[in-house]
């Protein structure tokens, strides 16, 4: 007859088999800090070009009003704004970067990048940021630019809790925090850079770290 | 009282048996490769264990194509989902009569 420890192996291996088949397990701590690194140094550096609460009249140099058609610039012209150019360069960077340490925890695990389980990550996460960005861009398109930090925090705090089902389970009280951040920032605009460095900088930074502690440590 | 060890499937003694099913069943599907770099055993020894799960109607094989490339997948069926349970029950009844 087996003896109890064996049991408790194989009760042990099935539940591995079951982890590592249907979730990315492979995203890195390093990943969150590295996002959150680049999401705190795009928020300074969008800072040095608005300065302290004007997050969208500096922008354009319009008035404040939260949704202004006569005064809105229309998106074609706010595409190359500086601001928005900022945005673009820091999320390419935080993705590029959470990416890179992804890929070599995946190949130190040798577990493939691609797999069924990344793919539904992808999707997964990428349905509500794509919904996200649509209507965030219409919201830029309006002239409603306060709504933008407050936005991007919800929309993608909805994405990591969708996704969380298909990764590490953590990442859904990382997902949590951008919600509440976000809700929050909604009773607070023309602060949205502080929330956003907050949300994409801060909280990335202390998850990645989490992370790290609890499953890289060794 | 009944012996939980009589409900233990024989089927499922070998670990990599145990460990295809433990894939297939919170999976709709799940292909040769993956099921590969998954167990990591060889081609042959994977086949084999599948061919015994296949024969057993525990596992429905599904031959596909993406592109010229043949695209094996498996999927767990109805009964095999049932015994697969039935097992786990019985690992679990076993160690709790023996604390």
């Known amino acids: 007859m087996l003896s109890k420890n064996e049991q408790l192996d194989t009760l042990q291996d099935i539940k591995q088999m079951m982890e590592r088949s249907s979730r990315f397990i492979s995203l890195s701590g390093w990943s969150g800090i590295a996002a959150g690194v680049c999401a705190l140094a795009g928020a300074a550096w969008a800072y040095s070009v608005i300065g302290p609460r004007a997050d969208w009249r500096g922008a354009t140099g319009k008035s404040p009003h939260l949704i202004d058609y006569a005064t809105s610039v229309p998106l074609r012209d706010y595409m190359g704004s500086k601001l928005f150019i900022i945005a673009v360069f820091t999320f390419f960077a935080a993705f590029v970067l959470a990416f890179i340490f992804t890929y070599i925890r995946s190949k130190r695990n040798g577990l493939s990048i691609w797999s069924n389980s990344s793919r539904r990550l992808l999707i997964n996460v990428g349905v509500p940021m794509l919904a996200g960005a649509v209507y965030l861009l219409k919201l830029i398109d309006v002239g409603a630019y306060g709504f933008i930090a407050p936005g991007c925090l919800i929309f993608y705090g909805l994405a990591l809790v969708n996704g969380s089902k298909y990764t590490i389970g953590e990442v859904r009280y990382l997902g949590y925090g951008q919600i509440i951040l976000g809700l929050i920032n909604c009773w607070f605009i023309g602060y949205g850079l502080y929330f956003w460095a907050a949300g994409f900088g801060i909280l990335h930074i202390i998850y990645g770290a989490m992370m790290w502690w609890k499953y890289e440590r060794n | ?99």
């Open chain 2, 1 to 99: 009282m009944k012996n939980p060890i009589e409900n233990l499937n024989k089927i499922f003694d070998s670990r990599i048996r145990l460990g295809i099913m433990s894939a297939l069943v919170v999976n709709d599907e799940v292909n040769f490769n993956e099921l590969k770099e998954l167990i990591q055993v060889t081609d042959g020894n994977l086949a084999s264990h599948l061919k015994t799960l296949e024969e057993n109607a525990f596992v429905k094989v599904h031959k596909g194509f993406i592109g010229r490339k043949t695209n094996t997948t498996y999927s767990v069926t109805k009964g095999g989902e049932k015994a697969f349970k039935a097992h786990l029950q019985a690992l679990e009844e076993m160690i709790r009569n023996m604390s």
